[in-house]
């Protein structure tokens, strides 16, 4: 069964996608790699035991399940190897591309199915457990990284974010093939209270009528009058929000140290900037999976730090790679870390007495 197509198999005419309306992409579900994996799909729901409750699929601009509907909204630029080659290249950050992944998103993205067709989220049992859904939904939300009271399913510890996405990544987790969820969340009881909980009310939903069945394709991408172009300008993080404290200090501390000055026995040396910007997309999946840190951020940090790089002509010697991108995602993280923590990268001032500002709210 083929896959979404990765970014390196699509080359792509840029300049004629970017000025493109979406609706006229002429994207579509039917004859692209994603038919036979949603089929796949179907019928795990069918396999689960659900005989009333049959969600619908369409492309749109993200993965979404709008309120109180049954349909999945699924990224129209994984329906096309040139549209995913393209996403890469201007996001950075791929969410569903191949087989299993796009398996992942799905199950998770099913749990706000059978949270809205069923209205659970409006039993008590349901709010004392996951909380009510009238909290507030945020963007900017600070996980607590290994926290034994929720499952782990897609990256971010994505599960703390809201209690509808609590419940929906409970539900992946109970959903998938061969998951020995109790055997995996024993040590965990928070979590496997949830699991358990979920595993209660699907035995009580899967032979009944939902509720609710309406689904709302208003956000379908062939409804959807904005460019290409329009559309990632919308989604852009721009780099002059990141306020940073003074980061020259750490390349030296990371590039100078990783030995001597050049001499005729030793590798040569190569460019920090060029190893920063070659690992980017590596990085910043990885440091948003461990830590929650959004991954547009860890683009803009990631950028900042090779800007500065190249600024201070920093070098590595060429064998010595994996050793600086350790010390590299290190930095990364540990900056991060104390993002998600306290909205800043830094409380303390920087080197120099320069003083180190909050960083601003994410534009989205």
């Known amino acids: 069964m083929d896959a979404p197509a990765t970014p390196s198999e699509a080359p792509f005419h840029e300049s004629k996608l970017w000025a493109t309306p979406l609706r006229d992409l002429g994207v579509k579900i039917e004859g692209t790699a994603l038919e ?16 009333k409750l049959k969600p619908q699929f369409y ?19 994984l329906a096309r190897p040139d549209l995913t080659a393209m996403h890469a290249e201007r996001d950075g950050h791929l ?8 398996l992942r998103y799905l199950r998770h993205e099913m749990g706000h199915v059978v949270n809205y067709a069923y209205q659970l989220y409006q039993r008590e049992d349901w709010v004392q457990l996951f909380g009510p859904m009238s909290q507030p939904y945020e963007d900017e939300y600070r996980p607590e990284p290994f926290s034994r ?11 703390q974010k809201h209690p509808d996405e609590d419940w929906a990544e409970t539900f992946a987790v ?17 979590a496997l209270a949830k699991l358990e909980y979920c595993d209660r009310m699907m035995r009580e939903c899967l032979d009944r009528e939902p509720p609710v069945t309406a689904v709302d394709f208003e956000w379908d991408v062939g409804n959807l009058t904005d460019s290409v172009d329009e559309l990632y300008q919308s989604w852009a993080f ?3 929000a990141l306020r940073l404290p003074v980061l020259d200090g750490a390349l030296r501390t990371i590039f100078e140290g990783l030995g001597e000055p050049e001499d005729a026995k030793q590798a040569p040396r190569l460019p920090a900037a060029d190893l920063i910007r070659e690992w980017e997309r590596d990085v910043m999946a990885d440091v948003y999976r461990w830590t929650g840190h959004f991954p547009e951020r860890t683009r803009a940090l990631l950028r900042h730090l090779a800007a500065r790089a190249r600024e201070l002509r920093q070098v590595y010697p060429a064998d010595r790679e994996q ?24 409380r303390e001032e920087g080197p120099g007495g320069g003083a180190v500002l909050q960083v601003e709210s994410s534009p989205e």
């Open 36 to 51: 036979p994996v949603i089929a796949e799909f179907r019928r795990e729901i069918e396999a689960v035991g659900f005989r």
């Open 59 to 77: 492309l749109t601009t993200d993965w979404v399940v709008h309120d109180d509907t049954i349909a999945i909204g699924i990224p129209f630029y």
């Open 95 to 102: 969410e569903g591309v191949g087989r299993a992944e796009l």
């Open 149 to 159: 009271r929720f499952v782990v399913h897609l990256p971010g510890w994505y599960g």
């Open 174 to 190: 109970w959903m998938t093939p061969g998951s020995d969820w109790r055997m995996a969340y024993s040590d965990w009881p928070g």
């Open 238 to 240: 721009p780099e002059s």
């Open 323 to 346: 050793k600086a991108l350790i010390a590299l995602s290190a930095l990364v993280t540990a900056l991060a870390m104390n993002h998600v923590h306290h909205g800043s990268y830094s």
